[in-house]
Nanobody, 121 residues
Framework: QVQLVETGGGSVQPGESLTLSCAAS????????GAWYRQAPGKERESVAS???????NYVDSVKGRFTISRDNEKNTVYLQMNSLKPEDTAVYYC???????????????WGQGTQVTVSS
């Protein structure tokens, strides 16, 4: 059984920074791809940042230059560094990962439970 647990959310003022962590636990061979999504009240969930199995990263235009997605393979953890936060970044942030439990099994998709990020003065 694989679980994703997000930490690092909180309340900050505009211009400040936060780092979200998504730790995968269980029987894990590899994290093939990962992403952070967010959902603001009354809005649809959107992909904020992602990395592919080939290592390519992608960001929604509204966070380019401010957010950075990264991972630590040894810790089975995916990060989202968020700088210069704006009120419009306020949302619940969800981690998504495609995880392989053994080299011969396909990768399956998992979601974290979400962590609240609030940006307000």
């Amino acid at each position: 059984q694989v679980q994703l647990v997000e930490t690092g959310g909180g309340s900050v003022q505009p211009g400040e920074s936060l780092t979200l962590s998504c730790a995968a636990s269980g029987s894990i061979f590899s994290i093939d791809a990962g992403a952070w999504y967010r959902q603001a009240p009354g809005k649809e969930r959107e992909s904020v940042a992602s990395f592919s199995s080939g290592g390519l990263t992608n960001y929604v235009d509204s966070v380019k230059g401010r957010f950075t997605i990264s991972r630590d393979n040894e810790k089975n953890t995916v990060y989202l560094q968020m700088n210069s936060l704006k009120p419009e970044d306020t949302a619940v942030y969800y981690c998504h990962a495609r995880i392989r439990m053994s080299p011969r099994q396909p990768a399956y998709a998992y979601w974290g439970q979400g962590t609240q990020v609030t940006v307000s003065s």
